[in-house]
């Protein structure tokens, strides 16, 4: 089978996949939001212990990358994390399966075109803190890939909005440093960031983004394999800094336990924070990490994708990352 075949068909496995698969079942329930005389779907999930509860409880906001859907994330593990600790989640689908994350992708443009995901979030958003016990000051938002990129167009357009945000294998389009978009958050706030240094999808130095495996096709000898570019992890991490005031020489760097020598990996964490309160920017660099999340599932083999680090969980790191962290602090 050629390359361009088989990473076709692995991409297509991919969409049955989450980085993380550990039900296999999808969980919460499946509802539907209308933004802009469109029915947009998004999952709910409600812990047992908080189905009968008034009281507000924290609420993560979860999104899955391109080509997948809210069904798939909700495998992840986020539910069982969210029935221990007493959360809600809602996984919202993308259409087609692709967020409009500020990425120019000819591809996609018609759609972004007339598609404001943004405002479909917030409002989605909104509508459940008034009608769900949900603690508006504990909103958190996390995303993988092109959820990752939408996490942080949430982030920067909507800051007060969320208490924290954790960026998994993203960082910001190029459309910022070309003035296509801005950088102007209106508040502080905790970000973390989780990338891989060997992500052959999104290079954690920045820079054109992967070809897309299914081209867009502009005539007829013509393709267009672009997905657009990104800034490096550093420098997305280093906008986060100056934007919260911190002292970007003052930062704590460890290198976490090497619990698993055979994945290849190992997981430096490095942490800016501020001494008046739990304001901090986190970054996980994953030494050998591919476009996988933490303790996750290997969902296409590693000459795709890159290999799956076993020395943290992703999603327990940023739920304790997004436990320390409120409003109201």
């Known amino acids: 089978m050629?390359?361009?075949?088989?990473?076709?068909f692995c991409l297509l496995l991919s969409t049955c996949f989450s980085t993380e698969a550990q039900s296999t079942r999808p969980t919460g329930v499946e509802l539907r939001f209308s933004h802009d005389r469109v029915d947009r779907i998004y999952r709910y999930f409600t812990?047992?212990?908080?189905?009968?509860?008034?009281?507000?409880?924290?609420?993560?906001?979860?999104?899955?990358?391109?080509?997948?859907?809210?069904?798939?994330?909700?495998?992840?593990?986020?539910?069982?994390?969210?029935?221990?600790?007493n959360f809600r989640v809602i996984y919202p689908e993308g259409l087609n399966g692709r967020w409009n994350d500020g990425r120019i992708v000819r591809k996609h443009r018609e759609q972004d075109e007339v598609?404001?995901?943004?405002?479909?979030?917030?409002?989605?958003i909104?509508?459940?803190?008034?009608?769900?016990?949900?603690?508006?000051?504990?909103?958190?938002?996390?995303?993988?890939?092109?959820?990752?990129?939408?996490?942080?167009?949430l982030a920067?357009?909507?800051?007060?909005?969320?208490?924290?945000?954790?960026?998994?294998?993203?960082?910001?389009?190029?459309?910022?440093?070309?003035?296509?978009?801005?950088?102007?958050p209106?508040?502080?706030?905790?970000?973390?960031f989780m990338n891989g240094t060997a992500d052959p999808f999104m290079p954690y130095d920045g820079g054109k983004l992967t070809p897309n495996l299914f081209p867009h096709r502009i005539d007829s000898r013509t393709f267009d394999f672009g997905q657009d570019s990104a800034i490096s992890t550093d420098e997305?991490?280093?906008?986060?800094?100056?934007?919260?005031?911190?002292?970007?020489?003052?930062?704590?760097?460890k290198t976490l336990p090497d619990q698993d020598p055979d994945d290849g990996c190992k997981v430096i964490h490095k942490s800016w924070k501020s001494t008046s309160s739990p304001l901090s920017v986190e970054l996980y660099r994953i030494e050998g990490g591919g476009h996988t999340s933490p303790g996750g599932f290997q969902y296409l083999p590693k000459p795709v994708i890159g290999p799956v680090c076993m020395d943290i969980n992703g999603i327990e790191t940023i739920w304790n990352f997004f436990e320390r962290n409120s409003r109201k602090k």
């Open 2 to 8: 050629p390359r361009s075949a088989f990473l076709c």
């Open 47 to 85: 812990p047992a212990d908080l189905q009968e509860s008034e009281n507000p409880s924290p609420l993560v906001v979860c999104l899955h990358g391109g080509g997948t859907d809210a069904a798939t994330l909700s495998k992840s593990g986020w539910s069982t994390v969210a029935s221990r600790e």
């Open 115 to 124: 598609t404001d995901d943004v405002d479909f979030l917030i409002q989605l």
């Open 126 to 153: 909104k509508h459940l803190i008034s009608t769900e016990p949900v603690d508006p000051e504990r909103v958190y938002v996390t995303g993988l890939s092109n959820g990752g990129f939408m996490t942080q167009r």
């Open 156 to 184: 920067n357009e909507h800051t007060t909005m969320f208490a924290a945000a954790a960026i998994q294998i993203a960082t910001l389009p190029s459309a910022y440093r070309r003035g296509e978009l801005t950088f102007s």
């Open 186 to 192: 209106k508040a502080p706030l905790s970000v973390l």
């Open 236 to 253: 997305a991490v280093g906008l986060w800094i100056k934007h919260n005031n911190l002292n970007e020489s003052e930062v704590l760097t």
